[in-house]
């Protein structure tokens, strides 16, 4: 009886990878694809059987846009956008869908004039539309008093567990490796990464940690931490009162509504589609949880908010959610992501704190990261995303 208790201590695979990646989230998928891409012998990790709906990449869709006030992320959309349509021709399914995206915000406020001004440099298909024609191009919404708007007219909707699925199948269409229900417990830094699983112990040439949530968990065996708040998002469905009003086939749009009142965060919707008759609308924060223990987190102040928006905004809805799924966001401080090697440990690569916005840019960060993990000069301006800045950040609020 004791033989058969007694632990087998875990094998080391003989086999030593050009990279490991930790997390087949829609970022750790993308950059295993691309490493495989580029003939790299690539293991993709993932602590839960796939398909799961335990970290941020599961949920049938999310918004996908040029919209940003920042240059750079307008300029990695440009990419974005035609990486997204090659997945679409390399899996010959549809992952894209064109809906336009409406976006309110106060008409003089700051932010709505860098987003109005940032269309305009890059040139970006936009319609402004003026007060008193707006209900003629989009009926059933309310434009609260000193809102200005416009679209972003080449703005849609991504299918995510669609293009998910399809980014693990085309990995390893080119003989990259998935073990799913492994959950890495150690990591031992060195020119060879050493990765222990429950299950395993792998080397790698390279570590990528793509880990959503759980990044923290899985670099303090690194000696890092970085600045990252974990919140439980309130996935919010709104039935509509005729329904197919505000639906993807009657053209409806995407929207965000920009700071609905000082303090408060984006609100955002997209048309109904994927449950017929419901139309997701969402609160762009929620409150912090434990990514093990997310259900524990009760708190329904965000959908306090959206109830108040629905009846003020969006007459044609009924003002209670049908349905409530959840997820969750990883967000830095400045809401920007984490793009960068590891400080000490060069052959680590990190991608971190999407801060709910990170669906969308999966293609092209996944080239990013794989470029870092090839030792290559990666092809856009990293500078906004890399670690240091939060040093720096601490700093200067001392
Ligand atoms: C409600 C909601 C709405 C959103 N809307 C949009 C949108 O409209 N547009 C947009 O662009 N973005 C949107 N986002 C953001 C986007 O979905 C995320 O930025 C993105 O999914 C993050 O992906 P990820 O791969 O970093 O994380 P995840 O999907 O969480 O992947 C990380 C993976 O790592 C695995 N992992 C963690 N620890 C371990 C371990 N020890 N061992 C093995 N595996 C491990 C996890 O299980 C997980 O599968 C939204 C997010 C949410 C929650
Ligand atoms: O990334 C996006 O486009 C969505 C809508 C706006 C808020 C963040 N999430």
Redesign the pocket.
């Given at each position: 009886l004791a033989a058969q208790t007694m632990k087998q201590p875990l094998e080391m695979s003989s086999e030593v990878y050009d990279c490991i990646v930790i997390g087949a989230g829609i970022q750790g998928s993308c950059t295993a694809y691309q490493l495989a891409k580029n003939k790299q012998k690539t293991l993709l990790l993932e602590q839960f059987v796939l398909p799961h709906s335990r970290g941020s990449s599961h949920g049938q869709t999310?918004?996908?846009?040029k919209?940003y006030e920042e240059d750079f992320y307008v300029q990695m959309m440009h990419e974005s956008y035609e990486l997204w349509a090659q997945l679409e021709r390399e899996a010959g399914v549809e992952l894209y869908r064109r809906t336009g995206?409406l976006v309110m915000g106060p008409e003089n406020g700051e932010g709505f004039s860098r987003l109005k001004a940032t269309m305009q440099r890059h040139k970006i298909p936009t319609v402004f539309l003026e007060k008193q024609e707006f209900s003629q191009h989009i009926p059933n919404v309310n434009l609260a008093d000193g809102n200005g708007a416009l679209i972003d007219t080449f703005a849609g909707v991504l299918y995510a567990d669609r293009a998910l699925r399809a980014v693990q199948r085309l990995f390893q269409s080119c003989g990259g490796v998935i073990k799913d229900g492994e959950k890495v417990i150690d990591i031992r830094p060195g020119a060879e990464v050493t990765v222990t699983t429950d299950s395993g112990v792998y080397r790698g040439r390279s570590l990528v940690i793509t880990a959503g949530p759980w990044a923290n968990t899985l670099l303090r065996h690194t000696g890092l931490q970085l600045p990252l708040k974990v919140v439980k998002i309130n996935v919010c469905y709104w039935k509509e009162e005729i329904p197919g009003t505000y639906s993807v086939g009657q053209s409806f749009p995407?929207f965000?509504e920009m700071e609905p009142k000082e303090g408060e965060y984006?609100i955002?919707g997209l048309p109904s589609n994927e449950y017929p008759g419901l139309m997701k609308v969402?609160y762009?924060m929620g409150s912090e949880t434990e990514p093990d223990e997310r259900d524990k987190q009760t708190d329904r102040g965000d959908i306090d908010i959206l109830v108040r928006f629905v009846t003020r905004c969006l007459p044609g809805l009924v003002p209670v959610p049908a349905v409530v799924e959840s997820c969750m966001y990883t967000v830095t401080p400045d809401h920007n992501f984490v793009l960068d090697s590891h400080p000490t440990y060069g052959n680590i690569i990190i991608g971190a704190g999407f801060s709910?916005?990170?669906?969308?840019f999966g293609p092209i960060i996944g080239k990013l990261l794989s470029q870092l993990a090839m030792g290559q000069v990666p092809s856009h301006d990293l500078s906004p995303f890399r670690i240091q800045r939060f040093q720096s950040h601490a700093r200067s609020s001392l």
């Amino acid at each position: 009886l004791a033989a058969q208790t007694m632990k087998q201590p875990l094998e080391m695979s003989s086999e030593v990878y050009d990279c490991i990646v930790i997390g087949a989230g829609i970022q750790g998928s993308c950059t295993a694809y691309q490493l495989a891409k580029n003939k790299q012998k690539t293991l993709l990790l993932e602590q839960f059987v796939l398909p799961h709906s335990r970290g941020s990449s599961h949920g049938q869709t999310r918004v996908i846009r040029k919209t940003y006030e920042e240059d750079f992320y307008v300029q990695m959309m440009h990419e974005s956008y035609e990486l997204w349509a090659q997945l679409e021709r390399e899996a010959g399914v549809e992952l894209y869908r064109r809906t336009g995206l409406l976006v309110m915000g106060p008409e003089n406020g700051e932010g709505f004039s860098r987003l109005k001004a940032t269309m305009q440099r890059h040139k970006i298909p936009t319609v402004f539309l003026e007060k008193q024609e707006f209900s003629q191009h989009i009926p059933n919404v309310n434009l609260a008093d000193g809102n200005g708007a416009l679209i972003d007219t080449f703005a849609g909707v991504l299918y995510a567990d669609r293009a998910l699925r399809a980014v693990q199948r085309l990995f390893q269409s080119c003989g990259g490796v998935i073990k799913d229900g492994e959950k890495v417990i150690d990591i031992r830094p060195g020119a060879e990464v050493t990765v222990t699983t429950d299950s395993g112990v792998y080397r790698g040439r390279s570590l990528v940690i793509t880990a959503g949530p759980w990044a923290n968990t899985l670099l303090r065996h690194t000696g890092l931490q970085l600045p990252l708040k974990v919140v439980k998002i309130n996935v919010c469905y709104w039935k509509e009162e005729i329904p197919g009003t505000y639906s993807v086939g009657q053209s409806f749009p995407c929207f965000i509504e920009m700071e609905p009142k000082e303090g408060e965060y984006d609100i955002y919707g997209l048309p109904s589609n994927e449950y017929p008759g419901l139309m997701k609308v969402c609160y762009h924060m929620g409150s912090e949880t434990e990514p093990d223990e997310r259900d524990k987190q009760t708190d329904r102040g965000d959908i306090d908010i959206l109830v108040r928006f629905v009846t003020r905004c969006l007459p044609g809805l009924v003002p209670v959610p049908a349905v409530v799924e959840s997820c969750m966001y990883t967000v830095t401080p400045d809401h920007n992501f984490v793009l960068d090697s590891h400080p000490t440990y060069g052959n680590i690569i990190i991608g971190a704190g999407f801060s709910g916005h990170g669906f969308k840019f999966g293609p092209i960060i996944g080239k990013l990261l794989s470029q870092l993990a090839m030792g290559q000069v990666p092809s856009h301006d990293l500078s906004p995303f890399r670690i240091q800045r939060f040093q720096s950040h601490a700093r200067s609020s001392l």
